[in-house]
C-alpha cells in the first residue's frame, strides 16, 4: 500500500503508467474496506479526512458541488481533469465515508 504520511492519500497503484500515481476516490474506497477489515481504522481515518479536503466546494461545469473529481496527487491537486466529473467516484467516494463509521468506536469521530 502506498499512502502518504502527511495528507493521507492512497496511490492507486506503485506502477509507472502515468494516471495510476494518484489517489483515485473509486480505487480508494476498496483500499479502505479492506483496511478496516483488517483493523487498520486510523489509516482509513486519515484517508477520508484526505477526501474530505478534496470534496469539491463549488459547482464547475459539468460537475456538481459535492463532488470529487477523477483523481488526486497527495498534495491534493487534481490529477486527470477529463473527465472532471464521473458519477462512480463520487458513489464510491460517499461509501466509503459511509461505511468506515460502522468501523469507528466513538460516535463523535464517526463524521470528518
Same mark, same amino acid.
Given at each position: 500500500m502506498?499512502?502518504?504520511?502527511?495528507? *493521507?492519500?492512497?496511490?492507486?497503484?506503485?506502477?509507472?503508467?502515468?494516471?495510476? *500515481?494518484? $489517489?483515485w476516490?473509486? $480505487?480508494?474506497?476498496?483500499?479502505? &474496506?479492506?483496511?478496516?477489515? @483488517?483493523?487498520?481504522? #486510523?489509516?482509513?481515518?486519515?484517508?477520508?479526512?484526505?477526501?474530505?479536503?478534496?470534496?469539491?466546494?463549488?459547482?464547475?461545469?459539468? @460537475?456538481?458541488? *459535492?463532488? =470529487? $473529481?477523477?483523481?488526486?496527487y @497527495?498534495? *491534493?491537486? &487534481?490529477g486527470?481533469?477529463?473527465?472532471?466529473? #464521473? &458519477?462512480? #467516484?463520487?458513489?464510491?467516494?460517499l =461509501?466509503?465515508?459511509?461505511?468506515? @463509521?460502522?468501523? &469507528?468506536?466513538?460516535?463523535? #469521530?464517526?463524521?470528518?
Amino acid at each position: 500500500m502506498g499512502q502518504d504520511r502527511d495528507s *493521507g492519500a492512497i496511490v492507486a497503484s506503485i506502477a509507472l503508467q502515468p494516471n495510476y *500515481g494518484e $489517489d483515485w476516490p473509486r $480505487d480508494g474506497s476498496f483500499f479502505n &474496506i479492506a483496511l478496516d477489515i @483488517a483493523g487498520f481504522h #486510523e489509516l482509513v481515518t486519515k484517508h477520508n479526512l484526505f477526501y474530505a479536503r478534496v470534496q469539491r466546494k463549488t459547482t464547475i461545469s459539468d @460537475a456538481p458541488a *459535492g463532488s =470529487w $473529481d477523477t483523481n488526486y496527487y @497527495a498534495d *491534493g491537486m &487534481i490529477g486527470m481533469a477529463v473527465p472532471p466529473f #464521473e &458519477i462512480d #467516484e463520487t458513489g464510491f467516494a460517499l =461509501w466509503t465515508l459511509v461505511s468506515h @463509521a460502522k468501523f &469507528i468506536e466513538d460516535p463523535c #469521530e464517526q463524521i470528518p
